[in-house]
Each structure stands twice: as C-alpha cells, then as structure tokens.
C-alpha cells in the first residue's frame, strides 16, 4: 500500500508540473474577450466559485474490469464484471444527464421575461441550433435504456428458481441480495423520471420541435433553394422524427412500450417471484435506513437523491408486479411522502413525489385505499411539510449557528507541527472536519432551499425575522465555500492519504476474514491431499465451493482497496460485498463497511458535493429576495460584510444560466438586474443619506438656533463601514462603492453650486467634511466664485476686445476681471472672469482659441501704442511735457520741487479737452493706458488658464517610457507598409497641430515692442515717464472723489468702485518697452509725495471762493511745496483726506512694483 501511495503523490507532482509548464499560455488565452463564445472543447464553469485557473482533485481509473477482477475463480469474477460494467455505464450516464441534459433542457427556450414575444421564426431557430442537445438526449436515453433491459435481463437470471432453460451462476449461493444492482436499477429509471418532469415543466421544447417540424415539411417541397442536400435533409428529417416520437409520450413511459429492450424481460420478470421479493425488501431496505436521516445533522448529500432512486424503483415495482406490495413497504412509502413530499434537482426545480407517482406508476397503483387518502390530503401534506421545517429552523437554527462558527474556528486555525503533518492522527482529524462540513452545509442547503420554494408554492408571506435568518443562512453557505476554497489545497494535497487511511480502516475488517478462510483452505487441502491452486477449482461439494467464491470474493476486495479509490473501483467494491455478504460464509460487519464507503465516496468527490451544496443557483428562482436582504444588511451596520456573499449567491444564477447555454440577451438581463438592485438598495440610500448626513451637519453652523454638533462623531449613523469595504467582486464587473460614492457626490455639489452659485462656500464646507469625516477623495468644486454669471465665451472677449477693456477692471494680485457697471444701471450681479474658467474653457474646446486670443492681444496692444502716440502728438501737450523735462534736466536736486511742477502740469493738462465727450487729456490717457493694462491682464490669465489646465491633467498623464513617433512605432512593431503611411500621416498632424498652437509669453510680447518702439514715429514718446506722476494724481483724486460720493445719501446708482490695476500695469509696460523706468524712479516722485502729505498743516480756509473749494485738490497738490501751517485749528475733514490719500499712494506704489516686477 505505501508504494501505491508513493506512485500517486509522484502522479500529482508530475501533473503538478505539467500544468506550470502550460501556464503561460493558459494566461494568454484568458486576454481573450471575456463575452465570446466559448471553443466546443472548453468545459463549463461549474458555480460560481470558479477560476480561471482550478485545481479539481479527483481519484480516476485506468485499469480495465478484467484487470481489476483478475481471478483464479472464473465464475465469481464473471457474475461481478456482468453487473459491474452494468452499473458503471448507469452510474456514467446518470451523471452525464445531471451535469449536462439537466439544466439545458430546463433551461431551454428561457427569456429574460416571460412577457417576452419571439418574432416569426426564432423558435425555430432556437431549436436548430439545439439540435445537438436533443440528439444527446435521444442518444443518452437509448443507451440507458438498453443498459437498464440488460441489467434487469442479468438479475432475472440470477433470481430465476423454477426455469431449468437459465443457467443460474454460483450454486452455492441461494439468496442473492444484490443492494448495490437494485440501486443502480432505480438510478437508471430516476433519470428517466426527471428528464419527465423536465419536460412537463418546460412546455417550449414541444412546442418549438412541433414548429420545427411544421418548417421541414415546408422546406421538403423546395429543398433546391436552401442549399442543402437530398441526404442531409432526409437525416435531418429522420432526427426529427425520432424525436418526436420520443417526446410524443413521456420518457419512463415509454421504457415500458413494447419497441422497449426492456419490455421483453419485465414479461418474464412478472413471473419471477424471488425477483420481485427481493426488489420490494431493496426499497424497504433503503428506504428504512435513510428516512431516519432526513432533515437531522446526520444526513448525507446524497440521500435525496437515493429518495428519487427508489421512488423510481417502486414504480418500476408496479408495473413488474400485478400484486400489491407489502403493508411494510406501503407504510414505509407513505411515510416518506408525509417526511420528504418534494425534492430538487440541478438547478433548483422542485419535483413533487406524488405528482411523479401519480403520473408514472400504473394504473392499478391508484386502486389502493391508502394511496387515494394521500392524494387527499395532498396540500396538507406539504403545509405540514413546511410548518415542520418551520419548528425544526426554530429549533436548530441557533445550534446550526454555534455549530457553523466552532467548525469554520476549528478548521482554518488548527495548526499542527510539520513533523505531525499527514501523519494519522492528523488525517483523521481531517476526516472529520471535512465531513461534518460537507453535512453541516448539505443541512442549511435543505432548509433555505425548501423553505422558500414552500412558502413560494404555498403563498404564505415569510415573515422579517425568518427572514432574516434565511438571509444568515445563505450567507453561512457562502462562508462554508469560502472556507473550503481557502482549504481546497491543504484538502487536496493529503487527499491520497486520506483515501489510504479509509482504505486501511476496512481492510481491517476484512482481512481477518481472509486469514481464516486460508486456514480452512489448508485443512481442506490437507484432508483431500490437493494443493491450494486445485482448492480453489470448483468441487463438488456445496460447503468448498462457498469456501472457494468466499476466499476469492475476498481477495478480489481486498486488490480493489489497493488503487486510488476511484468511484469505479467502490461501485464494484459494493457489488463485491453484496455478493459475499449473500454467500453467508462469513461474519463481517458489513453495515460497518458500508458506512466507510459512503465516507469514502464523499471524501473523494468532496470537490462536486461542496460545489452542489454550497450552490446557490436556486435563488434565480427566487430573484424577489434580492432586493429584500439587500435592504435588510444596509439598514443594519453591522451586517454590511454580508454584502458580497449575498452577490455571489445570486451570482450563482449566472452560472446556471451559461451552463443552460442561454442566450447573450437573458445574461445581460439578469447582470443588469444584479447591477440595479445593488446600485438601488444600497449605493443609491448611501449616497443620499451622507449627502443627508454632510448637509445637515453643514447647515447646524449656518442655520440660527440650530444646535452645533461634532461632524465627526455625531450623525445618523455610521456609513463609514460601507466606504472601507473592499471593491464588490461580480463575475462580470467590479463594483467599488466608494468610487461611486465619490462620482455621486461630485455630480451634486457641482450641479448644486452651478445651479445656485451664492450656495458655492455650502457645498465647498461639505465637500471638506466629506474628506475629514468618510475620507472621501472628492475633486474640487471648478466653478467661478462669487459670480452669477457662469458664461465664458472667449471668441466673444477676442472679436470685441475694445469692448472687454472697457467694460472691465484687472485686479492685479487675485488675477480676476471684474465688471464695470455703466452709471444709471442698479445691478446686484456682477460677471467675473478668473483663471479657473479660462482653464475650463481650456478644458472644453482646447488650446487653439487661447492662441488665437494670444495673438488678437498683440494686434490690440499695437493698435492702442498708436492711439497714444497720437494722443501725445499734440503741440500744447508736447509743449508742456518738453518744459517739464527740461527743468528736470536743469535742476535734479530738489527732492520737493518735482511734487510743485508736477502739481502745476497737472493742473493744466486737466484743464485740456479732447474729443467730443469733453473728455480731460488727462482722462484719455488714463482710458488708453487702461485698455492696455486690461489687455496684458487677459494675457496674465490666458498663461495662468493654461498653466492651470495642465497641472490639472498632469495628475493623470502617465509619462511615457519612450518618446517614438508612429511611424517608428509601427515599424518597430513590423507593421504592415500601409500602417506605417498611416503613422507618418497622424505625425505630420500631430506636429501641424504643435506649430499652430502656441500662446505668447510675456517677454516675448516685450522684446517684441523693444524692436517697434526704436523707430522714428515713436520718438515724441521719450518724454512719457514725466507725465505719469500727473496721472497717478488724478487717479488718487478721482478714487477719494468717488469715495466721498459713497458717503452721501444721494449719489448715483451704477459703479461704485474704482479700480485702476489696469492703468497701473499699462503704465508698467510702456516704462519698460520705452526704456524709461530709470528715468521715472530718478524721478523719485513717490517719496516726495509721501512727504508732503505727511507735512501739510491741516488748517485751511472754509470760506475760501468757490473756484478754490473746486480746485481744493489742486491746493493740496500746490501746498506739498510750502512750509507745515502752524494753525491753531485742525480740521479733522482734511486731516482724514490726507491720510487717505497717503494711502492710495501706497497702494499704487505697491500695484506698480508688482506690476514691473511682472514684466521683469
């Protein structure tokens, strides 16, 4: 045994090995398209727990029947190779229609809506593509039926007393009890009694193979002109017709008919008493040790399943027997109905054991008064079946609970030494950890499974808190999978040893048996004076020859246990043992040996019994109850890991449905329905309630006699929970709620601030609060502060750029434009145009209207140097800035006489009227210089805009590896000759593109007018800097004018604020392109004029002549050169003026070092 060990650990290594070698191009092929269809060859998903890449462990069988009953009795290995290859073939296809036909068929023809109307022709189409299933169908079914009539035809003969013509094997033997055959017999025909209800619940297989049907018979009279072939229409139509008359009466019905292999041989088996006995004391037998079992701890996931076998075998009992079974049996059926009236198959559809007995079994079967009660008292018996549950949920669910928490505890955090590892104790502690979660899952399985498709079939409303507890269960299936896929390989690897173990533990009941069968071997070989080879003949005498068939029938168990404990070698086991245990010859606990079988048989498919107890592919069935459990787990906090096991059990829906092989369609409904039940029962009541929770926490410090809270510590409740899950895994998407938490509260609040901007400081507060409290990671608000107005058209602003200048004011150090308000208009908003919307109009149509803004702003800015030049050309004005420019060249060293002369200059240019709005020089030049400030303002912003933007994309841009041009790109790659003209095209754009897009900076528009203002033309403008102290002045004093007009009660509506950041930065410009800002800092006007505010007395004449109190600003300016008045009377008005106006020369002192700091 321990070389037959060594020999499957290397088996499992070396595939091991070859897998890994293989795994790379397993990985290529899953960046396939996730939504194709899949290759013919490919296998399934089997539940939603699949992976791309799975371990499947499970003992298979190379050995052929001849090798593996090799024996020196040749009578005894015949009888068990007959009924061994028999029940293999059963058991083969049994489990082929349950993976395969099952589900496909019930599914077959399946919407996404019942409502759903298929247009002409899809039913057929529908059903042609099909057609392979059906031809399974009619395949499967054939052979199962001719392996049934030769099973059957086997035990007929071995049963067979009376007729001498049969050759009955093994004479020693006078009461065969082949359990395992009967089993078998009862497997075959439960198969055939699904595939029944199957068809009897899915009505669109008839109906879509009758209009089939009705299409080729259309199809036969012109079949020239749909290119098919005489032959292939006739096989077509032969297939067609043969399944017609295989659907036309019901499958089990039909295994009975006379065209039926089976048929002939229940003639005869009608009159073999001995059969028919022993065929009601198999299902009296079986049904006696299961019933026990049912809907208790101790009930294994195959029981149900024995339950429909046997059901099947009593049918098959009544149309085999004329005779009324036994009261024992019949009390025993009875009793089963009233415990177990339904049962479910793959996929999840109930099956009704009266209603299969009252559709299959013969008619004489309803003659008998205790069955016409049960069919009575029918619904009674199902509402009883249901309150049971009820008591039982009741009773055990808080034992099921402790139970479930101990073995998940117990399995995943056992940890023994590596010395101990494999070694038997461990194993079979194993054992037992595995079994009791198998039954311990098998157990929640049944209960939610039978407790919602009873209340469903019943209609009673199932109450909150079952629930509830419903809900729990599923949830503890998930977390039984779970458990096992994070143990599956720890399983897996001690698999052989497990199997070993099992082995070695019947073996022990078996091989005493053999040592005293060889003992009385020998002394009859003694007596007879033979060898053991010629005891092992067959002899005459009856008590040798069951010694004999007994010592081989031992030893032939005995080699069965030696292999791998594939499910082959336990079926043969089993008929091995049943044929021993009838020879009688020995004393073995064979009710022992069997219990280790069927420990054994889990163990070894605990891969698919995990799989099919855990699967929770019911609930499509039941897609009602999505929406319910999911409203229950977000309401309760604490439940909220519930969450991603309530998706994978519906989830599992989806895998039904492709292993139903349904439509693209139908898939895409239910993923959809999937998605929206998520989205509207929990994303949609967690997005509003943080938005609930964040607003009102918000308003509590806003609002008036609201209590002011904690925002971290205090609200409705905790959703942060919710926000630190992990991404929701759904087989076709990933569904992270945070991110959709994020997305939804960064549409609100810039739908809200856009829709009512004066909200825009609210909705900023709770985007903060979002960040400290839930830790949400929001974008910010990219709206315009403050402003009414949000449209930004920059192609407006540039095709009307002498309107933009003057109709707005630059604010040099917040980077804003501002909009002047026209006098006589009364307006409560204001427009505002700021980096951030350039960088969103960036955003919205590119940078080529920045561009082209760029270089519309250098044609202005040539156009106003023209203007001025032509406003400083006249004679009066040139006459006085020449006499001021001489006397400063005359006498520099006066540091107060500049304030005098320039308060003269000023005086007289004020005086001088141009235009016809009578507009001051002084006036004019202010609005000239302005525009150009406002113009170099809307260049500031457009670079700012554009800075802005790209910082904000920077954040998303990956920067590449490699920096390659598409042409050498697609050369690199071996392109094909036309990709490559195609990538030398897209970089001929691309760089056309780069060429015309491009926004001028700051020292290129100065450099530019360096070189333009050298000419000739321009010479008249070297005298500038001695004119601006006389505009700043008259700047001063139009903003303390406007200042005072604030104060008074009876001043003109329209713009009340001035601002002159536009002159300033003009101003700043034309200093430094004309080359005069030394000669304005020698000037050194600013200190003078600090001064002298600083020293005039504040004493002046009240009753001074109107002319003065006008030009009152004119003998402020004409005092600067005087001594300080030495007045007793202060007068506070004039005090309070001078300072302001010692202010505004600060401010614009302040306003022209940024700005020629800018144009440095």
């Known amino acids: 045994m321990a070389s037959q060990l060594l020999e499957q650990q290397e088996k499992l290594r070396r595939l091991v090995d070859e897998w890994r070698f293989r795994s790379h191009d397993l990985l290529s092929n899953l960046r396939g ?108 079914t054939s052979r199962m039926t001719a392996v049934l009539g030769n099973l059957v035809k086997q035990l007929n003969s071995i049963y067979s007393l009376h007729d001498k013509n049969i050759l009955r094997p093994l004479n020693s033997v006078k009461n065969f009890m082949l359990r395992t055959a009967f089993e078998a017999l009862g497997d075959g025909l439960a198969m055939f009694t699904v595939l029944d209800e199957i068809l009897k619940q899915n009505s669109h297989i008839k109906s879509h193979l009758s209009l089939f049907a009705r299409m080729l018979n259309k199809v036969k009279l012109e079949v020239d002109i749909f290119g098919i072939t005489a032959v292939d229409f006739d096989f077509l139509d032969q297939v067609v017709s043969q399944l017609q008359k295989l659907l036309e009466v019901g499958l089990f019905q039909r295994l009975l008919q006379s065209e039926s292999p089976l048929h002939a041989t229940l003639e005869q088996v009608r009159c073999n008493k001995k059969f028919i006995d022993v065929c009601s004391s198999c299902i009296h037998d079986g049904l006696s040790e299961i019933l026990p079992r049912l809907d208790t701890w101790k009930e294994f996931p195959l029981d149900r399943r024995k339950i429909l076998q046997y059901v099947a075998l009593f049918i098959f009992f009544t149309y085999a027997s004329a005779e009324v079974p036994e009261k024992k049996v019949v009390k025993l059926l009875l009793e089963m109905l009233k415990l177990v009236p339904l049962t479910y198959v793959e996929g999840g559809r109930r099956i009704i054991l009266l209603d299969v007995l009252k559709s299959q079994c013969h008619p004489s079967y309803f003659s008998w008064p205790s069955i016409r009660e049960v069919y009575k008292e029918s619904v009674v018996m199902k ?4 309150t049971q549950l009820s008591e039982k949920h009741s009773r055990d669910w808080q034992a099921i609970k402790d139970a479930l928490f101990s073995w998940i505890t117990s399995f995943q955090s056992t940890v023994y030494p590596s010395s101990e590892m494999l070694s038997e104790a461990w194993i079979r502690f194993h054992i037992k950890q595995i079994m009791q979660g198998i039954l311990l899952a098998n157990r929640l399985h049944m209960l939610v499974i039978s407790m919602l498709d009873l209340h469903e079939l019943l209609e009673v409303p199932i109450r909150r808190e079952k629930l509830k507890s419903l809900c729990h269960m599923i949830i503890s299936l998930k977390v039984l999978e779970n458990t096992f896929q994070i143990k599956g390989a720890g399983i897996a690897r001690s698999l052989p040893h497990i199997i070993n173990i099992i082995q070695a533990d019947i073996e022990k009941f078996i091989l005493p048996a053999k040592s005293k069968l060889q003992l009385e071997v020998v002394k009859v070989s003694q007596t007879s004076k033979l060898g053991f080879l010629s005891s092992l003949t067959r002899g005459g005498k009856e008590t040798d020859t069951r010694l004999t068939d007994s010592l081989s029938l031992v030893l032939i168990s005995l080699q069965l246990l030696q292999g791998g404990g594939s499910h082959k070698r336990q079926l043969i086991f089993s008929i091995t043992l049943d044929v021993l245990q009838s020879i009688g010859y020995l004393d073995i606990d064979f009710l022992r040996i069997r219990k280790f079988i069927r420990r054994l048989g889990t163990v070894t498919d605990f891969q698919n019994i995990v799989e099919e107890v855990t699967n929770c592919s019911f609930l499509y069935w039941r897609k009602e109850m999505m929406g319910n459990w999911l409203s229950m787990v977000y309401m309760d906090v604490s439940r909220f890991l519930w969450l991603q096991y309530i998706l994978d059990a519906f989830s599992d829906g989806l895998w039904l449905l492709k292993l139903g092989r349904v439509g693209k369609a ?23 309630d943080i938005e609930t929770d964040l607003r009102l926490h918000v308003h509590s410090t806003h609002l008036k006699g609201s209590v002011l809270v904690n925002p971290k510590k205090t609200g409705v409740r905790n959703l942060s929970w919710y926000l630190q899950m992990k991404p929701l895994q759904l087989p076709f998407k990933f569904i992270d709620i945070r991110l959709l938490m994020e997305n939804y509260l960064n549409s609100a609040f810039y739908n809200h601030s856009a829709m009512s901007t004066y909200d825009w400081k609210i909705y900023s507060e709770m985007r903060l609060l979002a960040e400290l409290k839930y830790g949400l990671a929001l974008d910010d608000i990219h709206l315009a502060e403050n402003s009414m107005d949000q449209d930004f058209d920059l192609n407006e602003i540039v095709q009307n750029l002498h309107s933009f200048t003057e109709n707005y004011s630059y604010n040099i150090i917040k980077q804003i434009f501002i909009e002047r308000v026209p006098n006589g208009q009364c307006r409560k908003n204001l427009r505002v145009i700021s980096v951030d919307r350039v960088a969103a109009s960036i955003a919205l149509h590119g940078l080529r209207p920045i561009s082209t803004a760029s270089i519309s702003v250098l044609k202005f800015l040539t156009e106003m140097f023209t203007t001025l030049s032509e406003l400083l050309q006249d004679k009066l004005v040139q006459s006085d800035l020449l006499k001021e420019s001489n006397f400063w060249k005359s006498d520099k060293g006066t540091i107060t006489h500049p304030s005098l002369q320039q308060g003269e200059l000023r005086f007289f240019l004020g005086k001088l009227a141009f235009g016809d709005r009578g507009q001051s020089f002084l006036e004019q030049l202010q609005s000239i210089i302005s525009k150009v400030g406002n113009a170099l303002g809307l260049m500031r912003i457009l670079l700012a805009g554009s800075c802005r933007y790209s910082c904000n994309n920077s954040r998303f841009i990956s920067r590449a590896r490699y920096d390659m041009r598409f042409a050498e790109s697609c050369m690199n790659l071996g392109f094909v000759e036309e990709s490559v003209t195609a990538g030398k095209i897209m970089d001929t754009a691309i760089e056309k593109y780069q060429s015309n897009v491009k926004i001028e900076s700051f020292s290129f528009l100065i450099n530019m007018f360096l070189k333009e203002l050298q000419c000739s033309r321009y010479d008249h403008l070297k005298d500038f800097f001695a004119v601006v102290p006389s505009l700043i002045a008259n700047m001063i004093d139009s903003k303390v004018h406007c200042m005072d007009k604030l104060l008074r009660r009876d001043h003109e509506s329209g713009n009340m604020f001035c601002l002159y950041d536009s002159c300033i930065m003009g101003v700043a410009f034309i200093l430094k392109v004309m080359g005069q800002e030394k000669s304005f800092d020698e000037l050194n006007w600013f200190a003078s004029a600090k001064k002298n505010l600083e020293g005039v007395s504040p004493s002046e004449d009240h009753s001074s002549s109107s002319e003065q109190r006008r030009g009152s600003s004119l003998v402020a300016w004409m005092l600067w050169g005087q001594a300080p008045s030495a007045s007793t009377e202060v007068q506070k008005r004039a005090v309070d003026k001078r300072r302001r106006c010692r202010k505004e020369v600060e401010l614009i002192e302040c306003g022209l070092k940024v700005a020629r700091t800018i144009m440095s």
């Open 33 to 140: 398209d996730p939504l194709g269809c899949p290759s013919p060859s490919a296998t399934p998903p089997s539940s939603s727990s699949s992976h791309p890449v799975r371990l499947h462990v499970e003992p298979l069988e190379h050995s052929d029947l001849s090798t593996l009953l090799e024996s020196d009795n040749v009578a005894v290995s015949k009888l068990v190779m007959v009924l061994s290859y028999d029940c293999i073939e059963i058991s083969r296809l049994h489990r082929s229609a349950s993976k395969k036909l099952y589900r496909q068929l019930l599914l077959f023809g399946h919407r996404s809506s019942p409502q759903e109307v298929l247009l002409e022709g899809e039913p057929q189409k529908a059903f042609g593509e099909s057609l392979s299933l059906f031809m399974e169908l009619y395949e499967t």
């Open 383 to 386: 509402r009883n079946y249901l």
């Open 666 to 688: 139908t898939l895409q409904s239910y993923e959809k329905e999937i998605e929206d039940h998520l989205k509207n029962e929990i994303v949609a009541p967690l997005c509003r």
